[in-house]
């Protein structure tokens, strides 16, 4: 898939504005795509939408379910409005900052919220709502149903995770399933209530941004977590032993300077998947385009082979190289959908064989100038290198950020940016703007965190640790002021 040269903002919906200690699908997101809007921009790229676990620090790349939406994001005041909650409910907590999210504090408040709301709605909703709500219930049943019973049975169990549940259950015996369906109900329409409230507000909120002319860039995490309703209700589509504990689990390899890396997902087992043509991952997908019109493929290098570690072993370096699906996924996904359009994280493996895979299907890369040689007479992640077939990013929810990332850099490295890009670094996350945007990359993107000129305590996310990510908030007066104008001037300049 060939994209329109465009541009965008990157910037994750926990980080919006909002009343309830954390960014939720309200106000703040409308005053978001107002100032895309402003700033003349047609993209908005998001991280994943699935519900987080606090055990995985509240990662979007670690969720419970790669096909349902998170709660948490949930905007409580169109809850009010419809009559489900209170305005004592809707009052803020003290615990709440502006500037960042305390996960613990708002999951307790906004589930306490929700189930408030979920039985003034069974208790008091109009007929239309509730068959509505029933109507949806049969629409998603092919997942819905299951995510629902495994998050009633988390709550049953304590949360444990499901590989520590009863055989019955862990096995899913369908008497038991049945049973449990059934004494568990109120907490099953609880979890299902919420996945419908999420729907509907996204649906809207995609809706007025369409009406913008600006279209929603996603995330495909490759792989899904070990605890979550995707590995338990399709077991099958993994490589488990027979017990339903992994086999194998996902990471890197050892590379020069560093150890590898052991993510500890199950990987799956692609042959089975091959044979039933890839049902499972094009449900995933078909859920995935409910929400967004393009995504972005985390850690691509996997559909073309991928690193197996075996799951008794904590050193990356046992794990070995395994084929991937390759062409033959692209194929079936491009006949169900009739085009491909995704964006492949490619950044760290270049290799002929993934590089051939993505240009086949027409799939762009991604290039950062954070990953420059400046000093290295045509360096891939130079912007006046960039090709055609990239996406172009100032910084990601991975990177430091522009500012940081100036910082950080030595001597020699910052004076062969400053030759390169012609700038004394006064302002060098509008250099990189610039730069990014003067690229012939045929998408180019930054953050909110960037176009405010923020340093490293605004960093969104460091890879390999576990505390502190995912919090950074802006403010509605972040978006205000001449940034959206100057952008504009910018995108208008080069992008137009």
């Known amino acids: 898939m060939r994209f329109d040269r465009r541009s965008g903002v990157l910037l994750h919906p926990t980080a919006l504005p909002g009343p309830h200690g954390i960014g939720d699908l309200g106000a703040g997101a409308r005053s978001f795509i107002d100032f895309l809007d402003r700033a003349d921009q047609s993209i908005w790229q998001v991280c994943p939408l699935g519900p987080t676990a606090g055990i995985h620090g509240h990662s979007p790349y670690q969720t419970y379910s790669g096909f349902a939406g998170n709660p948490l994001l949930v905007d ?96 899913r015996d369908p008497d038991a399933l049945a049973s449990r369906r059934e004494d568990l109900a109120d907490e099953v329409a609880f979890r299902a209530f919420c996945q419908w409230t999420f729907d509907r507000q996204w649906s809207d909120l995609r809706e007025t941004a369409a009406d913008r002319g600006i279209e929603l860039l996603g995330d495909l995490p490759i792989y899904v977590a070990l605890d979550s309703a995707d590995v338990w209700a399709a077991p099958a589509a993994f490589d488990l032993t027979e017990g339903g504990r992994p086999a194998a689990v996902a990471g890197v390899p050892p590379n020069p300077g560093d150890d590898g890396q052991r993510w500890g997902n199950p990987v799956y087992d692609w042959g089975h998947l091959a044979d039933t043509g890839y049902e499972w991952w094009l449900d995933r997908l078909r859920r995935l385009f409910a929400f967004v019109d393009y995504a972005r493929l985390d850690h691509f290098k996997g559909f073309d082979e991928f690193w197996a570690i075996p799951a008794d072993s904590d050193d990356p370096a046992d794990g070995e190289w395994r084929e991937g699906p390759g062409r033959a996924f692209f194929e079936a996904v491009r006949q169900e959908f009739g085009a491909l359009p995704f964006v492949a994280e490619d950044l760290g493996f270049l290799d002929p064989d993934s590089a051939a895979l993505r240009e086949a299907f027409d799939v762009p890369g991604m290039r950062v100038p954070q990953y420059a040689d400046w000093c290295e007479a045509g360096h891939r992640y130079q912007p006046m290198h960039y090709p055609e077939d990239a996406v172009a990013y100032t910084s990601t929810h991975d990177t430091d950020t522009a500012v940081g990332y100036y910082e950080g850099l030595d001597g020699r490295q910052r004076e062969c940016l400053h030759y390169n890009l012609g700038t004394d670094g006064v302002e060098i996350e509008w250099d990189l703007v610039e730069a990014v945007w003067n690229s012939d990359a045929t998408l180019a993107v930054t953050t909110v965190q960037d176009l405010l000129g923020l340093d490293s305590h605004a960093r969104f996310n460091t890879p390999g640790t576990a505390e502190g990510n995912w919090r950074w908030r802006v403010t509605e007066a972040g978006l205000d002021g001449d940034v959206a104008d100057r952008l504009a001037r910018v995108t208008d300049a080069t992008v137009r």
């Open 76 to 171: 409580l005041r169109a809850l009010g409005e419809r009559g489900y909650l209170t305005d004592d409910d809707l009052a803020p907590d003290d615990a709440f900052s502006r500037h960042e999210t305390n996960y613990d504090a708002v999951e307790s408040f906004k589930t306490d919220r929700l189930r408030a709301a979920f039985e003034r709605f069974r208790a008091d909703a109009p007929d239309d709502e509730r068959a509505a709500f029933a109507a949806y219930r049969e629409r998603e049943a092919d997942w819905l149903a299951d995510y629902a019973l495994f998050r009633a049975l988390k709550r049953e169990f304590d949360g444990d995770p499901w590989t520590r549940w009863p055989e019955p259950v862990r096995t």
